[in-house]
């Protein structure tokens, strides 16, 4: 269903850069790219999006290439507690945006 | 920050009985969600809420699911008559426009629902 491809796990050492990519080559002109992250069963947490300008919040910074087939959602000094599951998202269902989520990938900070 | 608040947060049922699940969306928001993710398994979109009613649902939805916004808090997701494949975590979440519009949504952490 979901329209990205994203590694299923990754590791990141404490302190460092955690650099998640996603590939969505067949993402349209006016889709957004969402990235959400859920830590243990807690709810999705909204983290970045973007169009097809890099961003950047407190939380993360989102770089997306010129074609827009692919981005890569950066934390930049990841810590233990951003050990969790991270989904890309650009597919939306409907005229509410409804969220179509994929497996993600499970990134694992180590210490 | 405000959030999403869920309650209650574990509800166990016999099967068979009715559950109403009860979520606050972010208190200026207009568009509401339920989803649901079974154990192990990836979240899923059941249901969407604007102006009083639903705007999208999906298969998983059928009559035994209905949804209310009884005042202008409230958020409820109604099971008619539980089934065992009901167990799951159901997650609310809400927008202020719909999320395909450069909005997004922001999710609840879950009322874990075990069904006996």
């Known amino acids: 269903d979901a329209k990205t491809t994203q590694p299923p796990s990754m590791d990141c050492a404490e302190g460092r850069a955690a650099n998640l990519p996603c590939n969505h080559s067949?993402?349209?002109?006016?889709?957004?790219v969402y990235w959400y992250r859920q830590i243990h069963s807690q709810g999705p947490q909204y983290i970045i999006h973007g169009l097809k300008n890099n961003e950047t919040n407190e939380m993360a910074s989102l770089i997306i290439t010129e074609d827009r087939k692919s981005s890569t959602l950066i934390l930049p000094h990841a810590t233990l507690r951003d050990t969790a599951v991270y989904y890309c998202?650009?597919?939306?269902?409907?005229?509410?945006?409804?969220?179509?989520f994929g497996k993600g990938t499970k990134l694992s900070v180590k210490p | 920050e405000p959030e999403v608040t869920q309650t209650p947060s574990h509800q166990v049922t016999q099967m068979g009985q009715e559950v109403i699940l009860r979520c606050v969306p972010i208190s200026n928001h207009l568009y509401f969600y339920w989803y649901r993710q079974i154990l192990g398994q990836k979240v899923e979109f059941l249901v969407s809420?604007?102006?009083?009613?639903?705007?999208?649902k999906s298969e998983i939805f059928d009559d035994q699911f209905s949804v209310e916004r009884p005042d202008g808090s409230n958020f409820t997701l109604k099971i008619r008559s539980t089934k065992l494949e009901d167990s799951a975590m159901y997650f609310c979440?809400?927008?202020?426009?719909?999320?395909?519009?450069?909005?997004?949504?922001?999710f609840g952490d879950g009322t874990r629902l075990s069904i006996l």
């Open positions: 979440a809400s927008s202020a426009r719909p999320t395909g519009g450069n909005q997004p949504q922001h």
């Open positions: 067949t993402i349209s002109g006016n889709e957004y």
């Open positions: 998202i650009v597919r939306v269902r409907g005229s509410q945006g409804n969220l179509i």
């Open positions: 809420f604007y102006n009083n009613e639903i705007s999208e």
